[in-house]
């Protein structure tokens, strides 16, 4: 009697063998292939924006953008210099509120009570969080600081932003330290480490550069957000003094100009179209580069 693998060989060299052999190299290249075309076919829109994006911002790219206020309705000249400032401001306050709040809840759900009802609840509110729309940030923060506060602000920006961005930063953090082996933790408590000392040494450097990731898909998202923007920090024509007054913000002034009925506030529009994605490019280079894994 043949054995099980003598027959399977027996099989796979007949023609019939063959022939399923070729048909299922024939469908893997196949299959290969159509998810390659598939990928490119969805870096098609991308690159079309970028493009578009290039072509009609890049013609007014000069010095005077970054340093001018921006022009009244139908003159030219100018820039938007404190559009620039408000939105590194905002994103700056959006920040230090969520990233600090959104790290630690991360470590409490995964590093202290994974299986508890209250990190259920943490994980379910962030996941709800992540689907609502942006407005109702704005229409929160302003009806909890810009009515406290009776007045517009940076602050009450960064405040919306921040609710906007925590989720994806609690999420993405906490997903950073499952991805982190248990065993560098059995190695650290082996040697006399505390659960702090193993957090603070051991997981958080190893899954810094994954959660500086999360970290740069929220500031991609808070800096391009006008909704929340505009229920709280309003605009501004002026350089911004204080946290605590009406705030130029890059998203809002594209929504504002891109409606006007003058040429020139188009192409400016544009023009800022192009700023906002190269600071979004550019600090998502450097996040990478700055916490990039260091080869052991």
């Not at 290249?29 to 991308?46: D, K, M, Q, W």
């Not at 408000?86 to 409490?108: D, E, Y």
């Not at 508890?116 to 379910?124: D, G, N, P």
Request: aromatic share 10%.
């Amino acid at each position: 009697m043949k054995s099980p693998t003598a027959q399977s060989a027996k099989n796979f060299f007949s023609a019939e063998g063959k022939a399923t052999s070729v048909f299922r190299l024939f469908r893997n290249h196949f299959l290969t292939g159509l998810c390659i075309a598939l990928s490119l076919l969805t870096l098609v829109p991308l690159f079309s924006i970028v493009v578009l994006v290039i072509q009609n911002g890049f013609p007014l790219l000069s010095a005077n953008l970054f340093t001018q206020l921006p022009p009244a309705p139908g003159m030219d000249g100018g820039g938007f210099g404190n559009a620039i400032l408000g939105t590194l401001v905002m994103v700056g306050i959006s920040l230090a509120f969520s990233v600090p709040l959104g790290i630690l809840a991360a470590i409490f759900v995964n590093e202290y009570a994974p299986v508890s009802w209250l990190a259920a609840a943490v994980r379910f509110v962030a996941k709800l969080l992540t689907g609502i729309p942006s407005i109702i940030c704005g229409v929160f923060a302003f009806a909890a600081v810009v009515l406290t506060t009776h007045k517009f602000s940076a602050l009450a920006g960064g405040i919306a932003l921040a609710i906007l961005i925590l989720p994806t930063i609690l999420l993405t953090a906490e997903q950073a330290l499952l991805g982190v082996p248990y065993a560098f933790r059995e190695a650290s408590f082996g040697v006399g480490a505390t659960p702090f000392q193993t957090i603070w040494r051991i997981v958080l450097p190893e899954a810094m550069p994954a959660i500086m990731t999360g970290v740069m898909l929220a500031v991609a998202r808070a800096a391009g957000e006008t909704a929340p923007v505009l229920f709280t920090a309003l605009f501004s024509q002026n350089w911004i003094k204080g946290i605590m007054e009406p705030t130029a913000s890059l998203s809002v002034l594209i929504y504002n100009f891109a409606s006007l009925p003058y040429a020139y506030h188009i192409k400016l529009a544009w023009s800022a179209s192009l700023v906002l994605v190269a600071l979004v490019t550019v600090s998502n280079i450097l996040a990478q580069v700055i916490f990039a894994p260091k080869h052991r």
